[in-house]
């Protein structure tokens, strides 16, 4: 096994989970902001669970006797309209999954098991991610604007 080619790619996994995460903690202050509360927890738990993803691969890299590169591997995007917000969740999630299985395959390539069965693992759990972000659009696209107007009335009706 090759340990510096297993941390390099673990290293790229970090890079995508830190960007998810900051990106649905973003959507997740806009959408608590606007009252969609329903939606805004849906953000904030998904983005948790991208921490809990980076710091099992940080472990990983470290077991390996690599150095964890805490960098996102892009920018998070300012989208403001819920509909843009929930298409490019399901984007990120479905790029994720086709990433972690190349990544997975990479591993066993390099003789590397346990990192192969944590990006199986890791696969799992983002097409979750993916399936809840593709639930949502088909609510949007279901049920229209009154799918947020029922979540914001519920959160006025709550306040006051």
């Known amino acids: 096994m090759n340990k510096e080619k297993s941390v390099e790619i673990l290293n790229k996994a970090v890079a995508m989970e830190m960007t998810a995460l900051n990106q649905y903690m973003y959507f997740h202050f806009l959408c608590e902001d606007r009252g969609y509360e329903p939606l805004a927890a849906i953000f904030k738990r998904t983005s948790i669970v991208e921490m809990i993803h980076l710091e099992t691969l940080a472990e990983r890299i470290l077991f390996l006797g690599g150095d964890v590169l805490m ?11 819920v509909e843009d917000m929930i298409k490019y969740s399901r984007e990120l999630e479905e790029t994720t ?9 990479q591993a066993s390539d390099n003789a590397d098991s346990a990192t192969k069965k944590l990006f199986e693992e890791l696969v799992q759990a983002e097409e979750g991610h993916f399936d809840n972000f593709d639930i949502e659009e088909k609510n949007l696209a279901g ?3 009154e799918y947020l107007t029922l979540q914001a009335y519920k959160h006025s009706k709550e306040v006051a």
Request: hydrophobic share 40%; charged share 30%.
């Open 71 to 81: 960098k996102m591997d892009a920018p998070v995007k300012n989208l403001h309209e």
């Open 97 to 105: 999954v086709e990433a972690y299985n190349g990544f997975a395959k």
């Open 143 to 145: 049920f229209g604007k």
